[in-house]
C-alpha cells in the first residue's frame, strides 16, 4: 500500500526554512531533525530564495581589482593546462 503523503502547515515550513537559512547547518541535517525528506526542505529553501532573492552589494574597488587577478591567473592557468595536455599527448605518442 502507498503511503499517505504528509501535510505541513505553512508555519512549519517557514520555521524549517529559516532554520536552514539563518543557520550555518547543511539541509540534510536540519531535515533530519525534522524528520522531513531531505529533498522537501530543499524544495521548501529554493521556493523561498525564488521569492525572495538577495541584493548583492557591489564589489569594493580594491574587490574588483583582486577578481580581475584572479581572472587573469586563471586564464594563464587554463592555457598552461592546455599546452600540458598537448604535450603529454604527444610525447605520449612518441614513444609507441
Known sequence: MPERRRKFSPEFR??????????NHP???IAREL??????????VAQYRTAHP?????LSVSERARLRELERENQELKVRNEF???AAAFFAQEYR
Open 14 to 23: 517557514d520555521e524549517a526554512v529559516k532554520m536552514v537559512i539563518d543557520g
Open 27 to 29: 539541509v540534510a541535517q
Open 35 to 44: 524528520g522531513i525528506n531531505p529533498g522537501t526542505l530543499g524544495n521548501w
Open 54 to 58: 538577495v541584493k548583492e552589494e557591489p
Open 84 to 86: 600540458l595536455g598537448k
